[in-house]
Nanobody, 127 residues
């Protein structure tokens, strides 16, 4: 099994920045995990889940077009941690943010392709 635990969500003012973290444990080891991909998704109340950013084991990345200028996804293999840096936050970025992972994939924002999910961390942006 793979466990994903997100943190870093907070209430911030519009224009602010946040760094979200996702600690990976279990059978997926980022230092020797073979082929895998990881991603951040978000879901606002009353809206569908959407992919935000994804990264593969060989550090290829993909971002949601609507947000790519404000995001950076990265991973610290030694510490088994995935990060998402978000800048110039807007009220419409308010959502629960989830970390996801799966084996044997390239970076993808298609949620149905992920097997493992965290419980989320809340980001609230006020104007």
């Amino acid at each position: 099994q793979v466990q994903l635990v997100e943190s870093g969500g907070a209430s911030v003012q519009a224009g602010g920045s946040l760094r979200l973290s996702c600690v990976v444990s279990g059978v997926l080891d980022l230092t020797n995990g073979g082929s895998y991909c990881m991603a951040w998704f978000r879901q606002a109340p009353g809206k569908e889940r959407e992919g935000v950013a994804s990264i593969s084991s060989d550090d290829r990345t993909t971002y949601a077009d609507s947000m790519k200028d404000r995001l950076t996804i990265s991973k610290d293999n030694a510490n088994n941690t995935l990060y998402l840096w978000m800048s110039s936050l807007k009220p419409e970025d308010t959502a629960m943010y989830y970390c996801a992972a799966r084996y044997f994939c390239g970076p993808t924002l298609i949620g149905s392709r992920y097997n493992f999910w965290g419980r989320g961390t809340q980001v609230t942006v006020s104007s």
